[in-house]
């Protein structure tokens, strides 16, 4: 019941949680986990056309929307837990981590897609230790140290300045 309640208010509120870690739904399919992100809507034709939407900006999983969702690379199942929330149409999608435990290829895949759901409209609260990879998708950051806010600028500004550079960027 808890989970249900928080989804609705969520959904409510025009939010949607992408977790650290992913958390899809292993035994699930695909497109049963895609479903489970529309849990609290009723408008099948609406659902359908998000399902597509998804399919649309995720190519690999509409080719294998039947397989278990466990049986996924932990990129293409980073794309299905951001496809998930994106069926709530969220005027803030929230993203904890998005690069954690991914290969090279597949962060910069997520990173591209970060940024075209972002053009779409949609307002991104990206939390990312690959501070380099944010800064270079983000339109500001803000660079955190010991819990207190050290550094906030627009990205580009951020990534041009050297005590950031330094202390964070791994340098030059």
């Given at each position: 019941m808890?989970l249900?309640?928080?989804?609705?208010?969520?959904q409510e509120?025009?939010?949607?949680?992408?977790?650290?870690?992913r958390?899809?739904?292993?035994?699930?399919t695909?497109?049963?986990?895609?479903?489970?992100?529309?849990?609290?809507r009723?408008?099948?034709?609406?659902?359908?056309?998000?399902?597509?939407?998804?399919?649309s900006?995720?190519?690999?999983?509409?080719e294998?929307?039947?397989?278990?969702?466990g049986?996924?690379?932990?990129?293409e199942?980073?794309?299905?837990?951001?496809?998930?929330?994106l069926?709530?149409?969220?005027?803030?999608?929230?993203?904890?981590?998005?690069?954690?435990?991914?290969?090279?290829?597949?962060?910069?895949?997520v990173?591209?897609?970060?940024?075209?759901?972002?053009?779409?409209?949609?307002?991104?609260?990206?939390?990312?230790?690959?501070?380099?990879?944010?800064?270079?998708?983000?339109?500001?950051?803000?660079v955190?140290?010991?819990?207190?806010?050290?550094?906030?600028?627009?990205?580009?500004?951020?990534?041009?300045?050297?005590?950031?550079?330094?202390?964070?960027?791994?340098?030059?």
């Amino acid at each position: 019941m808890y989970l249900r309640v928080s989804l609705c208010r969520s959904q409510e509120k025009g939010l949607s949680l992408v977790p650290e870690g992913r958390r899809v739904f292993n035994s699930m399919t695909i497109l049963e986990n895609l479903e489970m992100g529309a849990y609290t809507r009723n408008d099948k034709k609406a659902i359908q056309e998000d399902i597509d939407r998804v399919f649309s900006l995720f190519r690999v999983l509409k080719e294998r929307q039947k397989q278990k969702a466990g049986t996924l690379s932990s990129g293409e199942q980073q794309m299905l837990a951001i496809g998930r929330a994106l069926m709530l149409n969220p005027k803030l999608l929230l993203l904890d981590e998005p690069s954690l435990g991914l290969s090279p290829n597949y962060v910069d895949t997520v990173f591209e897609k970060i940024k075209e759901i972002n053009k779409d409209g949609t307002t991104i609260l990206l939390v990312e230790q690959n501070a380099r990879m944010a800064l270079e998708y983000a339109d500001r950051g803000y660079v955190f140290e010991i819990g207190k806010i050290a550094f906030e600028d627009n990205a580009k500004n951020l990534l041009e300045n050297d005590e950031v550079r330094k202390s964070f960027l791994g340098g030059s």
